[in-house]
DNA sequence: TCTCAATTTGATAATCGGTCTCATTTTTAG
DNA sequence: CTAAAAATGAGACCGATTATCAAATTGAGA
């Protein structure tokens, strides 16, 4: 049983839960699968491998991995909420690119330590953040006229008229 | 006719577009209200004042709002698009109170700077970003007990089972 | 000022991510 | 093994926002 596995048991005997088969395979390609990940993908992903769970199953497993501390949900501004282990992962903030939709980490103690202080000055206690920047990558920005790269997110209309 | 207007009427005669009673109406009112409103906030607020301009041209309108540089939008985490005057006002961040959903406005330069050398690492052109902190109020912390003093957000059901 | 094509509006239908309901199945303490 | 509690899948439902469309308004040019 892997660590992620015992810290799930842990959760679901201290709240009286149930450890189903379900839970145990959302698991499994939960921590296979790439970060960010959001339900419908892994939804999708699961069924690619033969799994018939449903979708309001992953996304009640997704809720119960975050609550757990096992995970945590995100948003990057595209209107879906997507999910990333963060068991055993260091805290980092993302880069967010709006032409590929890449997603980079990064981490940074000084822009912590300021957060904390900012805080402090407003007599305010922080229990989360959310530190995204939105732009464009390195790939991306090279490429100056091709498209999408590595494209992910579906492309909303725009209204110009 | 205010600056603000004049930046309207710019951006709407550069697009081909056409100033109408109810686009002057909405920017009076929504630069009278308290910032980070959001379209229904600001629909019930025109309501209350006697228009009778409907909600989808409320959406519509902070939608042009924000395409001509006016406003912008935002999303705190209650799962609806909030909207504030940028025009003239200083860039700043969030400090997102979540008892009671007071929002402090704070400018930190240092960490924009460090934001900046973050992206330059990692060959990243930033264009926007998003800084929240979430937490707790000097005054929600004080009253340890009481729970919403100034209370603006639906208390979402959460199933603990 | 009049005309009229283009734009905007209000009402409301549609969309979309996500949650809830409920009958059925699975888990697990005893 | 039993039975109560919890979990599941299917699909209804929800809330915020956008799309549709007929009717009204706007404004550039005559
Ligand atoms: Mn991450
Ligand atoms: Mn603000
Ligand atoms: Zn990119
Ligand atoms: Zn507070």
Redesign the pocket.
């Known amino acids: 049983m892997t660590k992620e596995e015992e810290i799930l048991q842990a959760h679901?005997?201290s709240?009286?839960?149930?450890?189903?088969?379900?839970?145990k395979a959302?698991l499994n390609v939960f921590m296979s699968t790439e970060r960010h990940v959001?339900?419908?993908e892994l939804y999708r992903e699961m069924k690619n491998r033969g799994?018939?769970?449903?979708?309001?199953?992953?996304?009640?497993?997704?809720?119960?991995f975050c609550a757990s501390g096992l995970a945590e949900?995100r948003?990057f501004g595209d209107?879906?909420?997507?999910y990333e282990l963060t068991y055993n992962v260091h805290h980092h903030d993302h880069l967010v690119c709006k032409q590929c939709n890449r997603i980079i980490e990064f981490e940074n103690l000084e822009i912590e330590r300021l957060q904390e202080k900012v805080a402090r000055k407003h007599h305010f206690t922080i229990y989360s953040h959310k530190l995204e920047l939105y732009g464009t990558c390195e790939a991306c920005s090279k490429e100056k006229s091709k498209s999408k790269p590595k494209s992910k997110a579906?492309s909303?209309?725009?209204?110009t008229?």
Not at 15 to 23: A, D, G
Not at 52 to 64: H, K, Q
């Open positions: 679901i005997t709240h009286r839960l149930k450890v189903t088969k379900e839970r959302i959001t339900a419908e799994s018939s769970i449903g979708l309001a199953t992953i996304y009640r497993t997704l809720n119960l949900q948003h209107g879906q909420a997507r579906k909303k209309k725009q209204t008229k």
